[in-house]
């Protein structure tokens, strides 16, 4: 199917509609199906003029370009947005365009400008341009182009360097995002350099090398490719030979009407990081979030999200957000971007970005928090005052469920055998609530039952071990269990969420 490189209108509603989603559904590789690659070397297509950050909700810095950040094999282009007055030690997110789209494009409307300010981050915004792909798309699909070492992973990875440089950042905070091709790209840089990438974020994209090649790329986007969880898992390892750890935390996001870039990507994407991290495929937990979405997580041995999977109710293909003031708010609609939740903001708190953000403005962030489970459905809270602060506000997995005036508050109605994070933030007399406290996970006691008895093959097979090589391992402790059979039994016991010892005779 023909696309035209004018982009169409925006949508008017985030939900799809069949006839214009037909003549745009190329988004992410028709052109580039359809019409090969070119090798020019000439410079990809210039975003505008740096623009100052007013032009742009709620900014205060200013996007502009830098050039000379390295040799730049993939024939790229850097932008970058920091906030003004912006500390050494910040964070840094790199943010990939989709195709059609410019890094002008994003800056304007996924929202990471305002997310930027509030939490104290600089944003580096990559772009490709028709000298690369007809289309403007990052080549996810192409194995000179996608790997550590090569081609447009290479050149991001030039411009994390130089943005380093710039912006004095904290290299222990690096993350990547992107949409659609850019998704795809984001999926590739995150497997080939593990040792760069705290975290990352897949807006409606395919799994990490998916495609080695242009013909293959299709398949990927539209097809369940048959791969099991070690599969998926085993193409990220084999991008960052010998990485022993630790692994990108993952954020996932995908409409359930994207019939450009199809929801089994986001259970292909979910079973490959899932996998990577050892921590099997059952969820830790599950909550509905606004414009239709449900989260569903998938925590590591020590309770801290590893992988997120964000699924957006009747949304077509592009990157979720919702315009307005609110805490909760970031972006602009436009052609892809499509209103329903900030996806930014969400991926934000996942990646722990609100925790101590240096230009968060307001009061200090309140310190030594601590949570305790009193029961089955209640957990008690408490931490040290801020001066200054008439009141506080507590945070539950992100988001704000209290504002006592005293210094600890008691959570009702919890469910049991549920692990849930918590952030307090210090409210000042004008309502401006300041930095937010590190976040504490607390698991409540009760729920399922505690032991398994049961053969290895139905131990993996239930998410409580883990297959490598024919042999079994207890998920989380990574205890030997044997081979890998209906043979062998074992009773496994949950110590925590997602970590299993050995429990034979004792449960």
Same mark, same amino acid.
């Given at each position: 199917?023909?696309?035209?490189?004018?982009?169409?209108?925006?949508?008017?509603?985030?939900?799809?509609?069949?006839?214009?989603?037909?003549a745009?559904?190329?988004?992410?590789?028709?052109?580039?199906?359809?019409?090969?690659?070119?090798?020019?070397?000439?410079?990809?297509?210039?975003?505008?003029?740096?623009?100052?950050?007013?032009?742009?909700?709620?900014?205060?810095?200013?996007?502009?370009?830098v050039?000379?950040?390295?040799?730049?094999?993939?024939n790229?282009?850097?932008?970058?947005?920091?906030?003004?007055?912006?500390?050494?030690g910040?964070?840094?997110?790199?943010?990939?365009?989709?195709?059609?789209q410019?890094?002008?494009?994003?800056?304007?409307?996924?929202?990471?400008?305002?997310?930027?300010?509030?939490?104290?981050?600089?944003?580096?915004?990559?772009?490709?341009?028709?000298?690369?792909?007809?289309l403007?798309?990052?080549?996810?699909?192409?194995?000179?182009?996608n790997?550590?070492?090569?081609?447009e992973?290479?050149?991001?990875?030039?411009?994390?360097?130089?943005?380093?440089?710039?912006f004095?950042?904290?290299?222990?905070?690096?993350?990547?995002?992107?949409?659609?091709?850019?998704?795809?790209?984001?999926?590739?840089?995150?497997?080939?350099?593990?040792?760069?990438?705290?975290?990352?974020?897949?807006?409606?994209?395919?799994?990490?090398?998916c495609?080695?090649t242009?013909?293959?790329?299709?398949?990927?986007?539209?097809?369940?490719?048959?791969?099991?969880?070690?599969?998926?898992?085993?193409?990220?390892?084999?991008?960052?030979?010998?990485?022993?750890?630790?692994?990108?935390r993952?954020?996932i996001?995908?409409?359930?009407?994207?019939?450009?870039?199809?929801?089994?990507?986001?259970?292909?994407?979910?079973?490959?990081?899932?996998?990577?991290?050892?921590?099997?495929?059952?969820?830790?937990?599950?909550?509905?979030l606004?414009?239709?979405?449900?989260?569903?997580?998938?925590? =590591?041995?020590? &309770?801290?999200?590893?992988?997120?999977l964000?699924?957006? /109710? #009747?949304?077509?293909? %592009?990157? @979720? +957000? $919702?315009?307005?003031?609110g805490?909760?708010?970031?972006?602009?609609?436009?052609?892809?971007?499509l209103d329903?939740?900030?996806?930014?903001?969400?991926?934000?708190?996942?990646?722990g970005?609100?925790?101590?953000?240096?230009?968060?403005?307001?009061l200090?962030?309140?310190?030594?928090?601590?949570?305790?489970?009193?029961?089955?459905?209640?957990v008690?809270?408490?931490?040290q005052?801020?001066?200054?602060?008439?009141?506080?506000?507590?945070?539950r997995?992100?988001?704000p469920?209290? =504002?006592?005036? &005293?210094?600890?508050?008691?959570d009702?109605?919890?469910? /049991? #055998?549920?692990?849930? %994070?918590? @952030? +307090? $933030?210090?409210?000042?007399?004008?309502?401006t609530?300041?930095?937010?406290?590190?976040?504490?996970?607390?698991?409540?006691?009760?729920?399922?039952?505690?032991?398994?008895?049961?053969?290895?093959?139905?131990?993996?097979?239930?998410?409580?071990?883990?297959?490598?090589?024919?042999?079994?391992?207890?998920?989380?402790?990574g205890?030997?269990?044997?081979?890998?059979?209906?043979?062998?039994?074992h009773?496994?016991?949950?110590?925590?969420?997602?970590?299993?010892v050995?429990?034979?005779?004792?449960?």
């Amino acid at each position: 199917m023909a696309v035209s490189p004018a982009r169409n209108a925006p949508p008017t509603d985030r939900r799809v509609h069949r006839t214009g989603h037909a003549a745009v559904a190329g988004l992410l590789t028709a052109a580039a199906l359809l019409l090969p690659a070119t090798t020019s070397t000439a410079a990809p297509t210039p975003a505008p003029t740096p623009v100052p950050a007013a032009d742009a909700a709620a900014a205060s810095g200013t996007f502009q370009q830098v050039t000379g950040f390295g040799s730049n094999p993939g024939n790229l282009a850097m932008y970058t947005y920091a906030p003004a007055g912006l500390p050494t030690g910040a964070p840094l997110v790199v943010a990939l365009h989709g195709c059609t789209q410019t890094a002008d494009d994003y800056y304007r409307h996924s929202g990471w400008p305002e997310l930027a300010d509030r939490y104290g981050f600089a944003v580096v915004f990559p772009q490709t341009g028709t000298a690369n792909n007809p289309l403007s798309c990052f080549r996810w699909f192409d194995a000179a182009q996608n790997a550590r070492g090569v081609g447009e992973a290479a050149s991001v990875l030039q411009m994390v360097t130089r943005a380093g440089g710039l912006f004095g950042t904290d290299r222990s905070r690096v993350f990547v995002t992107g949409l659609s091709a850019g998704g795809g790209m984001a999926a590739d840089l995150l497997a080939d350099y593990p040792d760069v990438f705290a975290g990352g974020a897949v807006d409606a994209g395919p799994p990490a090398h998916c495609a080695a090649t242009l013909s293959a790329a299709s398949s990927c986007q539209n097809n369940d490719q048959r791969l099991t969880p070690a599969q998926w898992a085993e193409k990220v390892r084999r991008a960052s030979p010998g990485h022993p750890g630790p692994w990108p935390r993952v954020a996932i996001w995908q409409g359930t009407a994207d019939t450009t870039v199809r929801p089994v990507n986001a259970t292909e994407l979910r079973d490959q990081w899932t996998e990577v991290w050892g921590i099997g495929q059952n969820p830790s937990g599950t909550r509905s979030l606004p414009g239709g979405t449900t989260e569903t997580r998938y925590d =590591d041995a020590g &309770g801290r999200p590893a992988v997120a999977l964000y699924s957006i /109710a #009747g949304m077509g293909h %592009g990157l @979720a +957000v $919702a315009p307005g003031s609110g805490t909760e708010n970031c972006g602009a609609t436009g052609a892809y971007f499509l209103d329903a939740i900030c996806s930014g903001y969400r991926t934000a708190l996942f990646w722990g970005l609100d925790s101590g953000g240096p230009t968060v403005p307001g009061l200090p962030a309140p310190s030594g928090p601590t949570a305790t489970a009193t029961g089955a459905d209640t957990v008690a809270l408490d931490w040290q005052p801020v001066t200054g602060a008439v009141s506080y506000r507590v945070f539950r997995d992100g988001t704000p469920v209290a =504002d006592p005036t &005293g210094t600890a508050w008691t959570d009702r109605g919890l469910s /049991a #055998g549920t692990a849930y %994070g918590y @952030a +307090v $933030a210090a409210v000042a007399a004008d309502g401006t609530a300041g930095a937010r406290s590190t976040t504490v996970t607390v698991t409540t006691p009760g729920g399922p039952a505690a032991c398994w008895t049961t053969d290895n093959y139905h131990q993996v097979a239930a998410g409580r071990a883990t297959l490598t090589g024919g042999l079994v391992y207890a998920l989380g402790s990574g205890q030997a269990m044997g081979l890998w059979n209906t043979f062998t039994v074992h009773t496994l016991r949950r110590t925590g969420p997602g970590y299993y010892v050995l429990a034979d005779g004792s449960c």
